[in-house]
């Protein structure tokens, strides 16, 4: 029996989610290593340019796995429950498959303006494109102090928010 949240709960820190999403980012290095080198295995892939699109298409759709099958299994993935911290929706009820789905196509909006900006602008080097997506990166978190709850654009979208989950003492 899974229990609700309380929904009128102030949410964790911004700079306690930033850390968690630094720390989910280290932790998918290995998710992403393992599944380019078994698409690489499947595809025989032979240079590191040949499919590309077939190999990005591949990561998003395994990234989405990963999210998906933690959000709505715990609520939380590991970098989550590192920093204590779980996603449910508005309710505080623990995320269906649906609303997980739609978070992590949301949750997009961390890079997508970054990105969009880097090809709009036919960037090529290293540091311009890093340097775009640290200044996206940084905008989204400006955005979400902004909001009442200082949710995050794709959870004030989606209806889902992130709340502390500490562990329970025994």
């Not at 340019?49 to 990234?63: H, I, S």
């Amino acid at each position: 029996m899974t229990v609700a949240a309380d929904p009128r709960a102030a949410p964790p820190g911004l700079a306690r989610r930033f850390a968690a999403f630094l720390y989910e980012g280290v932790l998918l290095f290995g998710v992403i290593f393992f599944a380019g080198f078994l698409y690489s295995v499947l595809t025989r892939q032979q240079h590191a340019l040949e499919g590309r699109v077939g190999l990005g298409m591949f990561l998003f759709f395994v990234l989405g796995v990963y999210f998906v099958g933690f959000w709505t299994h715990s609520g939380q993935t590991l970098a989550m429950k590192t920093w204590h911290l779980r996603v449910t929706d508005a309710a505080g009820r623990p995320l269906g498959w649906r609303r997980a789905l739609l978070r992590y196509l949301f949750s997009w909006l961390w890079f997508m303006p970054a990105l969009v900006s880097v090809w709009a602008l036919g960037l090529h080097g290293g540091g311009a494109i890093i340097g775009s997506l640290l200044a996206g990166v940084a905008g989204y978190l400006l955005i979400a102090r902004l909001h009442p709850q200082r949710q995050f654009l794709h959870d004030a979208i989606c209806g889902s928010r992130v709340i502390t989950q500490l562990p329970v003492r025994s």
